[in-house]
């Protein structure tokens, strides 16, 4: 997701010092960042205002389009889900490929870091699958022969910068793929449509609380050196609004599910998914970037959508195993 202010309120601070004015939606799809007010009168104003002062409270992004997209990418994702697996997890490996290929584009841009991208790509998509088909087993084993591509890959170009270059193509290996693998070992089980259901629509319903109730009441920074317009009021409307609903979704759509352990899912689920949007808002404050991509209207790019998801992924799954068995 994006550096987004889902705990924002109107006092909050703009992005790398200067004004973001974004207003996005919530969730992984719907991710954006609340109205921020115009800069003060003393501030150097935003460009293309005229200098006229203050900017008015706007977008930012193209909402309709935002929505679209999102409506669209959740239909593909739920029909998928519930009509054939195969195909969920070949729309899982497309959105590993493409993160990747954002990914190490920035790396090369903004830091001149060259990570190979083709063993990359193909070893993630084996990744995917292999988690799938073979479980964790077969994820690690797909994760430790990706990593020798890299190293050998990257041999035919000249050694300076070798190693830089090798860590973050096994960093971005780990990042993407490697936890992605966690919804197909997910999806394996008996009941894995649901499982990965759940595990969406908490990441989701945790984004949409710490929104909801930041935009409304908060005023105390989470951490805002790296995300400034996040609150801790918003991260207490995550936990809430993620326990609700974990209790409800083990309860009713798990098998031998309890609601007690829907309390606890939801709580990890609120956790790892503001670690997860505050990790990437640090690696895209280093690079110098607002947005990993642009191929998402409304958007910004894969990237963007899977901050909250990736690390969430292998802790719901170790949850829902250890709570009713790896189906």
Do not use: C
């Not at 022969?145 to 890959?153: C, E, H, N, P, Q």
């Not at 319903?205 to 918003?234: M, N, Q």
Request: hydrophobic residues 50%.
């Amino acid at each position: 997701m994006n550096d987004s202010s889902w705990g924002a309120s109107p006092r909050a601070g703009s992005w790398g010092g200067e004004n973001e004015g974004a207003a996005r939606l919530s969730g992984p799809l719907f991710r954006d960042e609340a109205p921020q007010p115009g800069p003060a009168p003393a501030e150097r104003p935003e460009p293309g205002d005229g200098g006229q002062g203050p900017a008015k409270k706007n977008a930012g992004r193209n909402l309709r389009a935002a929505i679209g997209v999102g409506v669209g990418l959740g239909a593909v994702i739920i029909a998928s889900l519930f009509v054939v697996k195969a195909v969920f997890v070949g729309v899982v490996a497309v959105a590993v490929v493409v993160g990747l290929w954002e990914l190490t584009s920035r790396l090369s841009e903004r830091k001149e870091i060259h990570a190979p991208i083709i063993p990359l790509a193909v070893g993630g998509a084996a990744m995917v699958i292999a988690g799938y088909a073979r479980g964790a087993e077969g994820a690690w084993v797909a994760m430790a022969l990706t990593s020798l591509a890299i190293l050998v890959w990257r041999m035919t170009d000249p050694p300076e910068n070798y190693l830089r270059d090798v860590t973050a193509g096994v960093f971005a290996a780990f990042y993407v793929p490697f936890l992605a693998t966690f919804v197909s070992m997910m999806l394996a089980a008996d009941d894995g449509a649901w499982r990965v259901f759940v595990f969406l629509v908490l990441t989701v319903i945790s984004d949409t609380g710490a929104y909801a109730v930041g935009w409304r009441f908060g005023t105390h920074k989470l951490a805002p050196r790296i995300s400034p317009g996040k609150t801790r009021e918003g991260l207490v409307g995550a936990v809430t609004f993620a326990m609700t609903a974990g209790a409800l979704l083990m309860h009713f759509l798990i098998d031998d599910g309890q609601w007690w352990q829907g309390l606890l899912l939801g709580l990890a689920v609120a956790t790892s998914a503001t670690l997860g949007d505050l990790g990437e808002s640090m690696i895209k404050r280093d690079l110098g970037i607002k947005d990993m991509g642009k191929v998402l209207p409304g958007h910004g790019g894969i990237m963007d959508r899977l901050d909250s998801l990736l690390p969430t992924a292998p802790v719901v799954w170790l949850l829902l195993v250890v709570f009713v068995g790896a189906g």
